[in-house]
């Protein structure tokens, strides 16, 4: 059994940066850990994953380059580092643990976390 929790979410200016954390609770180590998010009106949508290493990260074309993803397996911990936020990221951030899946989305979440939600403002 995991368990997430994420943390970090707040209100930022455009063009601010905001870091979120997930907090897992089992042995994360076999799992591949990403972020989806849901914005308001819209459907829950992939945005990144990593693997073993930072090498194994994979985004989505929607973060164009501003976000990057981490994990600290010893400490069962997973972060998402935000940069030149803009309005169209506000969203609910879900942190998930899976494995990787051949359709999209690359990211097969057996386990999900409550949300955080990230508020940028105009």
């Known amino acids: 059994q995991v368990q997430l929790v994420e943390s970090g979410g707040q209100l930022v200016q455009a063009g601010g940066s905001l870091s979120l954390s997930c907090a897992a609770s089992?042995?994360?180590?076999?799992?591949?850990m990403g972020w989806f998010r849901q914005a308001p009106g819209k459907e829950r949508e992939f945005v990144a994953y990593i693997g073993w290493t930072s090498r194994s990260a994979v985004y989505a074309d929607s973060t164009e380059g501003r976000f990057k993803i981490s994990r600290d397996n010893a400490k069962n911990m997973v972060y998402l580092q935000m940069n030149n936020l803009r309005s169209e990221d506000t969203a609910v951030y879900y942190c998930?643990?899976?494995?990787?899946?051949?359709?999209?989305?690359?990211?097969?979440?057996?386990?999900w976390g409550q949300g955080t939600q990230v508020t940028v403002s105009a």
């Open positions: 998930a643990a899976g494995t990787l899946a051949p359709t999209p989305p690359p990211l097969r979440a057996d386990y």
């Open positions: 089992g042995r994360i180590s076999n799992y591949v």
